[in-house]
Nanobody, 128 residues
């Protein structure tokens, strides 16, 4: 069972920086996709930045040129460098990962099935 653990959240002033880390354990395979989402109070969860299944990166327009996602060589640890933070970035940040499997709960998927895994989230608060 894949487990996702996030770290690095906290309180920062406007214009400051934070670096979030996401580590996946419980598998020896490379994750097929990994990314960061966030959810602010009263709002829906949204994609912040991520590595797609094809290996490209995707960013929300609101964070382009401020946030940078990276991953280590094992592909099972991802980082989100957040610079020039503003109060609108305040949210709980979640890491999400995908793993393509052929078997799941006794069922064989000849074309594979993507399983998704979520972390518990880490709070980021930007004070003005």
């Amino acid at each position: 069972q894949v487990q996702i653990v996030e770290s690095g959240g906290g309180l920062v002033e406007v214009g400051g920086s934070l670096r979030l880390s996401c580590s996946a354990s419980g598998t020896t395979r490379d994750l097929d996709a990994i990314g960061w989402y966030r959810q602010a109070p009263g709002k829906q969860r949204e994609l912040v930045a991520g590595f797609t299944r094809e290996g490209s990166t995707d960013y929300a327009d609101s964070v382009k040129n401020r946030f940078t996602i990276s991953r280590d060589a094992s592909k099972n640890t991802a980082y989100l460098q957040m610079d020039n933070l503003n109060p609108e970035d305040t949210a709980v940040y979640y890491c999400r990962a995908e793993l393509l499997v052929s078997f799941h709960r006794g069922t064989y998927y000849p074309e594979g099935r993507y399983l998704e895994y979520w972390g518990q989230g880490t709070q980021v608060t930007v004070s003005s």
